[in-house]
């Protein structure tokens, strides 16, 4: 059995985002809008392994420039060293953890690169990531509450291709979004542009999606 079919998901996203990094080298683009994969490496590490400045990333004011130092002197380590930090998994700290707090980010970020530039990929086949949208679909259930909280009184619903379906945000009007739960994780991660997603509902539903910011 290979290490990969015997990995939780969280690992496994882990692993293909730091082979692929590594192949891509420092300077490749990817979607996170200003960032090349040097930029990427460096946030990923100190997201995991500087967890003083890493509340920066969504805070202001003095968590904010902690978090600008530590970005500095991350910087300065060689890109393998970043990459092999990447791939080693988190610290000790927050391994219990791993499941929950890195699975999507691992897997958005994995498609970021995966999917940006000259040499992007399509997205995977659905029978390669059954396990993966499984577990994806189990943390939309409450991450995705947070992702839509800009949605206004605009309802919010998520359907499977298999027809299950799940409401992040009951209102009036309501779109539904279509997609497998690793689509569906990225249009609510922001990727709307590269999301295989089909939203459906009435036209006044439509226009208010248009206008909703996503994510984190």
Do not use: K
């Amino acid at each position: 059995m290979s290490r990969s079919a015997t990995s939780p998901p969280s690992r496994t996203e882990r692993r293909a985002l730091a082979r692929l990094l590594a192949e891509r080298g420092p300077d490749a683009p990817t979607l996170c809008e200003g960032w090349l994969t040097r930029d990427l490496a460096v946030h990923l590490v100190v997201r995991e392994r500087r967890p003083l400045a890493a509340p920066g990333i969504l805070l202001g004011g003095p968590a904010r420039r902690l978090l600008e130092r530590a970005t500095t002197e991350v910087r300065q380590l060689p890109y393998d060293d970043l990459v092999a930090l990447v791939e080693s998994g988190p610290p000790a700290w927050l391994a219990p953890l791993d499941p929950q707090v890195n699975l999507a980010e691992f897997f958005v970020h994995h498609e970021d690169v995966r999917r940006a530039g000259p040499e992007a990929l399509p997205p995977r086949p659905a029978e390669e990531t059954r396990a993966l949208d499984e577990a994806l679909w189990g943390l939309l259930g409450v991450a995705g509450r947070l992702l839509v909280r800009r949605a206004g009184g605009l309802g919010i619903a998520l359907r499977r291709p298999d027809g299950q379906q799940r409401v992040l945000r009951p209102g009036t009007p309501t779109v539904v979004l279509q997609g497998r739960p690793s689509e569906l994780t990225l249009y609510l991660y922001g990727r709307q542009a590269i999301a295989q997603v089909e939203p459906t509902g009435e036209p006044e539903a439509l226009a208010r999606l248009a206008q909703v910011s996503f994510g984190l």
